[in-house]
């Protein structure tokens, strides 16, 4: 059953591969994946930002989830992270996200970084297809989601899959990591 978000016009992702990027397809394509339970839309790119998106869409910001990527060093390694957060929360990066990561500083990565990194544009990162081995933590009201709403690793659509898929992706862990 198709899930109804708002004013979305959703199809099975694996039926546009092309609103995808490319490690978010390969993810989703992979043998083991769950694919037949995500979805996918195209928006207006200019759309893309969760407060301009929510309007125009009519989606309550509790049902998107949004991905942040962080870094920090500890003894000259860095140490990168994908967080995944509800809409309506922020990722509390300098407490339990650092802590997780056992860094003494922890910011958001810088952009022109996180997009080489992930090979996905700003404002649509997402952790399906993150980078290995980064950790994906996974705030566990975004993990508790019926549906959530998240970036499809490009700014002109989104990808909605369940909550318990986020908490199933490779190298994610359930926390309370969200203030």
Wanted: net charge negative; proline share 8%; glycine share 8%.
């Amino acid at each position: 059953m198709t899930p109804r978000l708002g004013t979305l016009d959703l199809v099975p992702a694996l039926d546009r591969l092309d609103l995808l990027a490319a490690p978010v397809a390969a993810a989703l394509s992979a043998p083991g994946a769950t694919a037949e339970s995500a979805w996918v839309c195209e928006i207006d790119p200019g759309l893309a930002d969760t407060a301009a998106f929510s309007q125009a869409y009519a989606v309550p910001l509790e049902a998107s989830a949004n991905c942040v990527v962080v870094l920090g060093k500890r003894a000259g390694e860095e140490r990168a992270a994908a967080c995944v957060v509800r809409a309506d929360t922020r990722a509390d990066v300098n407490g339990a996200v650092r802590r997780r990561l056992d860094v003494r500083k922890l910011s958001f990565a810088p952009m022109d970084w996180a997009t080489e990194t992930t090979a996905m544009e700003y404002g649509g990162i997402t952790p399906v297809g993150a980078p290995e081995p980064w950790p994906i933590l996974v705030d566990e009201r975004a993990a508790a989601l019926e549906w959530a709403l998240i970036g499809s690793g490009v700014r002109r659509s989104k990808l909605v899959v369940p909550g318990p898929l986020l908490a199933a992706l490779p190298g994610a862990e359930v926390a309370a990591i969200a203030l």
